[in-house]
């Protein structure tokens, strides 16, 4: 069983600030996935990796994968109260299905 | 993209009853699935819902307590049955067009066993 693990699990922070969630297994992933997750609703997607070393942004959102896919961080700059939520890395491991981490829970106050 | 509707939303049972959620996609899709997601937790799949065969279920969970249907590409039921307090989550409905491909997620149902 593919074991994945995030930290921290928990984040309060003030808006504004920068914040950096980690996602991490001892396997290589085929794909990762960062999703957002609002209270009362399903988690959505925020972004795909695929290749080690890649970077992607999405606004103030940067996602990095590690060079030997197996480790995945997520990059929040200038936090928003709309940034509050729980953050799931879901890894892909070929041939099998999704398997999601525990989650960050961030919180950000005005 | 694909749209989602689970029903119910929220539901308070009594022990010992059973309750069925609905899983409506509004586009047919080849993979489907449940997943459970105890308070402050992340998510567990339950199975994978095959069209017109047994469901797939993950290590934990077994077809008698949990039996899935799938009668079409676009609809799915899970049923948790002789619930207990232990069963009280979030049940979520996910589909995949591809596999490993972003995967979209009912917004949950919220079940408390009393």
């Known amino acids: 069983t593919q074991l994945l693990e995030q930290s921290p699990q928990f984040l309060s922070i003030q808006e504004g600030e920068n914040l950096t969630v980690y996602c991490n297994s001892s396997?290589?992933?085929?794909?990762l996935q960062w999703y957002r997750q609002e209270p009362g609703e399903g988690p959505v997607l925020l972004v795909t990796?695929?290749?080690?070393?890649e970077v992607k942004k999405l606004k103030r959102l940067t996602f990095q994968f590690g060079d030997a896919r197996k480790d995945s961080s997520l990059h929040i700059t200038a936090a928003q109260p709309g940034d509050t939520g729980l953050y799931l890395c879901?890894?892909?491991?070929?041939?099998?299905?999704?398997?999601f981490g525990p989650g960050t829970r961030l919180s950000v106050l005005p | 993209s694909a749209v989602i509707s689970q029903k119910p939303s929220r539901d308070i049972c009594q022990r010992g009853t059973s309750l069925t959620i609905q899983c409506q996609v509004d586009?047919?899709?080849?993979?489907m699935f449940w997943y459970r997601q105890q308070p402050g937790q992340s998510l567990t799949l339950i199975a994978t819902?095959?069209?017109?065969?047994?469901?797939?279920?993950e290590s934990g969970f077994v077809i008698d307590k949990f039996p899935i249907s799938r009668p079409n590409l676009t609809f799915s039921t899970l049923t948790v049955s002789n619930m207990s307090p232990e069963d009280s989550s979030i049940y979520l409905c996910?589909?995949?067009?591809?596999?490993?491909?972003?995967?979209?997620f009912g917004q949950g149902t919220r079940l408390t066993v009393v």
């Open positions: 996910s589909v995949e067009r591809q596999r490993n491909t972003e995967a979209f």
């Open positions: 396997s290589v992933f085929s794909s």
């Open positions: 990796v695929v290749t080690g070393g």
């Open positions: 879901a890894g892909a491991f070929h041939g099998q299905n999704f398997v």
């Open positions: 586009s047919q899709v080849t993979m």
């Open positions: 819902a095959n069209q017109g065969s047994e469901a797939t279920y």
